[in-house]
């Protein structure tokens, strides 16, 4: 299971919007001289750092391990009813009836298993996206303005939303969000 291809998927239009804004505010000898604009891959962020990573891989064992419950309450509901398939010819009327009250209330335990199964995942995934982009929003930030840029765009990736259609790799700081990211993030 692919756990981390929407994650990130978040439009950032009003900082484009803020962004360009301020370009158009300035003077256009002072926009060309002042204006230094990057952009960050914010998905390549947390896939690529060491803290990202770790926070990607506790990620998938969570949903490893509830898998693994879920799939043997799946078996079991398997067995359950061949179980019954072989029996109802033998059981009486009542008893088939009782039998597959049974079984439906087992197969409705495990739906509601899985829907707060999926539930508590998708809350976990928005505590880590949350989290995670206060941290390269600071790491950006950091780099941003060490390098004298002015605004930084999140650029997407092929599984989020695309924003950027062309950037030249000079003004890509991805790499360099990783690498304060991962000192800021070393504890």
């Known amino acids: 299971m692919h756990t981390t291809g929407t994650l990130l998927g978040r439009i950032t239009l009003p900082l484009v919007a ?7 505010s300035l003077p256009a000898a ?18 690529k750092s060491k803290a990202g990573k770790k926070a990607l891989d506790g990620l998938k064992e969570y949903v490893s391990t509830r898998q693994k419950l879920l799939s043997a309450d799946e078996e079991e509901l398997r067995n359950t009813e061949k179980t019954l398939k072989d029996q109802i010819a033998k059981l009486s009327d009542t008893e088939k009836k009782e039998k597959e009250t049974q079984f439906r209330a087992k197969v409705q335990d495990y739906q509601k298993r899985a829907q707060a199964f999926n ?22 930030q950091t780099v941003a303005e060490k390098g004298g840029f002015s605004i930084v765009v999140d650029k997407g ?6 924003i950027v259609i062309y950037n030249k790799d000079t003004i ?16």
């Open 30 to 47: 002072q926009a060309a001289e002042a204006f230094k604009m990057g952009v960050v891959d914010p998905q390549a962020v947390l896939e």
């Open 18 to 24: 803020a962004g360009m804004l301020l370009l158009a």
């Open 119 to 140: 539930q508590e995942l998708q809350g976990k995934q928005k505590e880590l996206v949350d989290d995670y982009m206060k941290k390269i929003a600071s790491a950006t």
């Open 172 to 187: 890509d700081l991805t790499d360099q969000v990783i690498k304060a990211f991962d000192q800021a993030n070393s504890k």
């Open 157 to 162: 990736s092929e599984q989020t939303v695309k």
